[in-house]
């Protein structure tokens, strides 16, 4: 019996080395399949969430177009100080709008006012001359006579002489070379409503205009009409024919001194 036992372990013996050196067991299999199976999991949750990453949320886009709606456009509305402006008009000599301007913009420097005002327009439009069969393009001012800018609006919660800024702008443009007066009173101007400023400062299709014959050459001898230089002896230094003017070089004091003048205010002298 002590034999038989003996065998029968050296046979369960052998029987696990060859089930060991053999084929893999079914539970064996089983977990490497399941360890296989979750790597391949991992690398596909791995790989969607590398992708959803790269794509923007809904939420993302609709920020960035709303920061692009709200960027500024157009004139400023405030001071840099957070005061409302106002667009005012000023009146000046015709054929004197952009000097005006650059006299303001001076001013405002000067008595670094900067902070009291926002644009300065001139209301341009264009124009095509059409001469000898040749289109010349050029702009000339819309409004003649007025220079349109955006200054520090009243404070009506305040008395006026309380409100210095607003004085102080108003003194600024009042003693600038050129300025004839504001529109719509000189105490307390009326500010232009926003659908005038659009009105005036659009632009449309420009103007074709056939040039015509200036009744004035270079060289001619002529006498101020009408106007400051009214009786002004003078001679035609250059005809400006897209404005329908002329440049007469009148003595004043002693010195020569160019003026521009509108055909119908000069008269030829007859030799």
């Known amino acids: 019996m002590a034999a038989e036992d003996k065998k029968v372990e050296e046979t369960t013996e052998d029987s696990v080395v060859e089930d060991t ?3 893999e067991t079914p539970e064996v299999a089983e977990s490497a399949e399941e360890s296989e199976s ?3 999991e991992t690398v596909g949750d791995d790989s969607s969430e590398s992708t959803e990453e790269s794509e923007p949320s809904d939420d993302e886009s609709e920020e960035s177009d709303e920061s692009e ?3 500024p456009s157009g004139p400023p509305k405030l001071t840099s100080q957070g005061k409302r402006l106002d667009w005012y008009a ?7 709008e952009r000097k005006v301007k650059g006299n303001v913009e001076r001013m405002i420097e000067v008595n670094e006012a900067e902070h009291l005002f926002g644009n ?5 439009e264009d124009v095509v001359i059409q001469r000898a069969g040749k289109n010349t393009r050029t702009s000339r001012p819309s409004f003649p006579g007025y220079v349109l800018f955006q200054m520090v609006a009243r404070d009506l919660s305040l ?31 009326a500010p232009l409503s926003d659908e005038e400023v659009r009105n005036i400062l659009s632009s449309d299709e420009p103007t074709i205009e056939s040039a015509q014959e200036a009744p004035f050459s270079k060289g001619d001898k002529v006498v101020i009409a009408e106007g400051p230089f009214a009786n002004f ?3 035609v230094d250059e005809v400006l024919l897209d404005r329908h003017k002329v440049k007469v070089l009148v003595t004043v004091f002693g010195r020569s ?9 000069v008269r030829k002298v007859k030799k």
Do not use: C
């Not at 300065?120 to 341009?124: D, K, Y």
């Not at 001194?257 to 205010?265: D, L």
């Open 120 to 124: 300065i327009e001139v209301p341009l």
């Open 90 to 96: 000023v009146y000046v000599y015709s054929g004197h």
């Open 69 to 71: 709606e709200e960027k």
């Open 38 to 40: 979750s790597k391949e």
């Open 257 to 265: 001194t160019p003026i521009e003048a509108e055909y119908h205010q």
């Open 233 to 235: 002896d003078g001679v």
């Open 21 to 23: 050196d053999g084929e």
């Open 159 to 189: 008395e006026r002489h309380n409100d210095r800024d607003f004085i102080a702008a108003m003194e600024i443009v009042g003693d600038t070379p050129g300025v004839r007066g504001f529109v719509g009173g000189k105490r307390d101007p």
